[in-house]
């Protein structure tokens, strides 16, 4: 293979955006993949505004790309473990009535602190970001497998390579202090967008996620620990989401993929470093996916120009610790329903809760604050 002064597996956003940064720097950068552009995902595609924040600094426009949303809305499912189309039939054998969202529990939204979310396609993503990387001089060796880190001349070499990573196992960094993972299945609908929210829908041990990506287009995303749910099946467990989309026309093929909650013990070691889920990752809900492979990229240019991977991996643990924070809260409301109804309730009654709930979860508040307000939520919900 050609030399270059950082060689990139990996040709996806995670890789792009590590590609971009040091290329930023001055470092000669090869990128290589097996695959061809435009490479796509199953993910949200919501882009928070601390991710908005991110990828201008490596230079990326995405708003001509997006369609903006003006922050997050809870919504309560029916809290059914299984469920029938009206007029069909589940693999159960059972019919069912469309059921109500349960417990009249209210929508709760709140707007972000500062600036706004983009729901951008990840093909949309990614053919701006490649774009960019070759505006700079970044080089390109698309349909390339590779097959191990053998005769690669690089002096730094950067695994880029997603949560099934091969540069993680060959550099030997498999080692993770914890690993949890569930399955997303996401599917387009030509449909106006009918919230100015972001919307996550709860249900019975799985959650769907809507977002507006387009004046006529939104992403539907259902996340569980069940391999085989579907997003067919798991509709009626969400009652507005029922009404709107059973009718609507697809606009893609039902696609899925594994959504990892893993932290690794070492992101680095010698001359090789791994960025965005290839280096650990958080559960999708958190909608932090983009952000956190942008903050990735910016603090390993920050190393490699200062010839010091050991900078890198002190700065990946500090921008994982918000994110893994609320993946663990947010999951502990995944299949307890009446934590979750009365979390919903106290969040309903204090609206100031949630919205400093979200204004920690993109980075507008810090920890300490957040935990105060923690505690405030957990006396409105003891009086609830």
Partial sequence: MTSADVFVIGGGPAGLAAAIAVRQRGFDVLVA?????????????????DGIAGARLLGLDLAPAGHAFRGIEFVSGA??????LPGGR????????????????????????????????????????????????????WGTRVASLEGIRARWIVGADGSQSSVRRWA???AHARYSRRYGFRRHFRLEPWSEYMQIHWGSGCQMYVTPVGPEEVCAVLISRHPHLRLEDALPQFPELFVRLRTADAATPERGGVTASR????????????????????????????????????????????????????????????????????????GRARLRARTLR????????????????????????????????GWQMLNS
């Fill in 79 to 84: 809290d059914l473990q299984v469920c029938d």
């Fill in 90 to 141: 589940h693999s159960a054998g059972r019919d069912l009535e469309v059921p109500r969202r349960s417990g009249g529990l209210p929508h709760i939204a709140a707007d972000f602190p500062n600036g706004y979310g983009l729901g951008v396609r990840r093909t949309a993503l990614h053919r701006i970001m490649l774009e960019r990387a070759e505006s700079l001089g970044v080089r390109f060796a």
């Fill in 263 to 334: 932290r690794l013990k070492a992101v680095y070691r010698g001359n090789v470093a791994l960025v965005g889920d290839a280096s650990g990752s958080v559960d999708a809900i958190t909608g932090e996916g983009l952000c956190l492979l942008f903050q990735h990229a910016v603090a390993l240019a920050d190393a490699l120009e200062a010839g010091d991977l050991e900078g890198y991996a002190v700065a990946h643990r500090r921008i994982g610790r918000r994110p893994a924070l609320m993946a663990d809260l947010m999951l502990m409301l995944d």
């Fill in 172 to 174: 030997g960094l498999e």
């Fill in 346 to 377: 106290a969040m309903a009654a204090r609206p100031a809760l949630f919205a400093g709930m979200l204004a920690m979860h993109v980075g507008e508040l810090s920890t300490v604050n957040f935990l105060g307000n923690g505690l405030a939520l």
């Fill in 33 to 49: 993949d097996g695959a061809v552009p435009p490479i796509d995902k199953a993910c949200g595609e919501g882009v928070m505004p």
